[in-house]
């Protein structure tokens, strides 16, 4: 994904694989990308998915010598083969499809533009997460920033959708947008270690303990909020680390550095919601805001709170036009404001949480 090589002159070749005909159909074998030495391969185990791929699919990062060697029909000429994202076994066994990829080597973005990518998935069981990788001007391929985006899924007419927006914060910079695509977190096993909070201290975090008169002690006690740390961070975001990689489109930004900072959903909630807005993570002393979330294939009703820095809780109104939840509010307070919703086992949860600083 880091090669900037561009035109109709073939390089010179710096890989091989093999390929096998079986009754007459003609399937491929990288036993070096299928390595558990490979950087790629997720927790050092081998991939299977190397061992007799379709030429089809491999064609996206395997690009023969000879076209006879494509064994597709038409041949995908080299200038095609440059557009095409660099995609990993988990772009094929989730079914990503990018719908909306323009027909450019590589994303270009100016200023504090911001750019949707939209895709769809296997199904509602997988999840997305995304991040801009920046690397050093110099070339050297070094990583010198990684940056959130916000990914959010929505089933819509029996498809999972996903939308992914993208900005970058840095003037003149390059690097790779990073895909990434897996079971949602609730779905995964269970690892030892995990711990499952009580609701009824989940209650109690969120300052529902009956016989509390003193709520200046509460101020800024974010960690009264399951999931939520110190900072007012939620805790339980998705990472690189969440999901395999899927796929990986070079991107480029030109001049001034005032991207947002996206805000970044709880991957841990049993239910799902999309927030329409604010889609900035930074809010702003003084300024009047607009909430507004989704929830995602769920037609229950659901009670979501905006809790201030100081603990004041502010109740989300039901919209029935598109079943969503709506809110206005003016921000007085320096802090996080958390976003949070109840559920009958758990209490209540954290579903965004945004700052003020």
Same mark, same amino acid.
């Given at each position: 994904?880091?090669?900037?090589?561009?035109?109709?002159?073939?390089?010179?070749?710096?890989?091989?694989?093999?390929?096998?005909?079986?009754?007459?159909?003609?399937?491929?074998?990288?036993?070096?990308?299928?390595?558990?030495?490979?950087?790629?391969?997720?927790?050092?185990?081998?991939?299977?998915?190397?061992?007799?791929?379709?030429?089809?699919?491999?064609?996206?990062?395997?690009?023969?010598?000879?076209?006879?060697?494509?064994?597709?029909?038409?041949?995908?000429? !080299? $200038? =095609? &083969?440059?557009?095409?994202?660099?995609?990993? %076994?988990?772009?094929?066994?989730?079914? /990503?499809?990018?719908?909306? @990829?323009?027909?450019?080597?590589?994303?270009?973005?100016?200023?504090?533009?911001?750019?949707?990518?939209?895709?769809?998935?296997?199904?509602?069981? !997988? $999840? =997305? &997460?995304?991040?801009?990788?920046?690397?050093? %001007?110099?070339?050297?391929?070094?990583? /010198?920033?990684?940056?959130? @985006?916000?990914?959010?899924?929505?089933?819509?007419?029996?498809?999972?959708?996903?939308?992914?927006?993208?900005?970058?914060?840095?003037?003149?910079?390059?690097?790779?947008?990073?895909?990434?695509?897996?079971?949602?977190?609730?779905?995964?096993?269970?690892?030892?270690?995990?711990?499952?909070?009580?609701?009824?201290?989940?209650?109690?975090?969120?300052?529902?303990?009956?016989?509390?008169?003193?709520?200046?002690?509460?101020?800024?006690?974010?960690?009264?909020?399951?999931?939520?740390?110190?900072?007012?961070?939620?805790?339980?975001?998705?990472?690189?680390?969440?999901?395999?990689?899927?796929?990986?489109?070079?991107?480029?930004?030109?001049?001034?550095?005032?991207?947002?900072?996206?805000?970044?959903?709880?991957?841990?909630?049993?239910?799902?919601?999309?927030?329409?807005?604010?889609?900035?993570?930074?809010?702003?002393?003084?300024?009047?805001?607009?909430?507004?979330?989704?929830?995602?294939?769920?037609?229950?009703?659901?009670?979501?709170?905006?809790?201030?820095?100081?603990?004041?809780?502010?109740?989300?109104?039901?919209?029935?036009?598109?079943?969503?939840?709506?809110?206005?509010?003016?921000?007085?307070?320096?802090?996080?404001?958390?976003?949070?919703?109840?559920?009958?086992?758990?209490?209540?949860?954290?579903?965004?949480?945004?700052?003020?600083?």
């Amino acid at each position: 994904p880091l090669d900037t090589y561009q035109g109709a002159v073939m390089p010179a070749a710096n890989h091989v694989w093999n390929a096998v005909c079986l009754d007459g159909e003609y399937r491929l074998v990288d036993t070096a990308c299928a390595a558990k030495s490979h950087p790629l391969n997720a927790e050092s185990k081998t991939d299977s998915w190397f061992f007799m791929s379709s030429p089809k699919d491999t064609l996206f990062t395997h690009f023969p010598v000879s076209v006879s060697n494509q064994f597709v029909d038409p041949v995908v000429p !080299l $200038s =095609v &083969f440059w557009m095409l994202p660099y995609v990993r %076994p988990t772009y094929f066994q989730a079914k /990503v499809k990018l719908l909306n @990829l323009p027909h450019v080597p590589r994303l270009e973005l100016r200023d504090d533009q911001v750019t949707p990518l939209v895709l769809c998935v296997r199904d509602s069981t !997988l $999840s =997305v &997460f995304a991040e801009v990788e920046l690397h050093d %001007p110099s070339g050297s391929g070094r990583i /010198v920033a990684r940056q959130p @985006l916000l990914a959010q899924c929505m089933d819509y007419k029996g498809k999972r959708m996903v939308k992914v927006l993208v900005g970058v914060r840095g003037a003149d910079v390059r690097g790779l947008i990073k895909i990434y695509c897996g079971t949602r977190l609730p779905l995964q096993p269970k690892r030892p270690g995990d711990v499952v909070q009580s609701p009824g201290k989940a209650q109690k975090m969120l300052g529902f303990l009956q016989g509390s008169k003193d709520k200046r002690s509460l101020s800024h006690d974010y960690t009264r909020v399951k999931d939520v740390d110190e900072e007012g961070n939620i805790k339980t975001v998705a990472t690189a680390k969440t999901f395999p990689l899927a796929c990986v489109l070079p991107v480029v930004h030109q001049g001034r550095n005032n991207a947002p900072t996206f805000v970044q959903p709880n991957a841990a909630l049993p239910n799902e919601f999309y927030i329409k807005e604010p889609t900035d993570g930074q809010l702003h002393l003084g300024e009047s805001i607009s909430f507004h979330l989704l929830p995602v294939g769920d037609e229950r009703l659901f009670h979501l709170q905006l809790r201030s820095p100081s603990g004041q809780q502010y109740k989300f109104i039901y919209q029935p036009s598109d079943q969503g939840y709506i809110l206005r509010h003016t921000v007085k307070e320096r802090g996080a404001w958390i976003i949070v919703y109840h559920t009958d086992t758990d209490g209540w949860l954290p579903i965004a949480s945004y700052h003020c600083i």
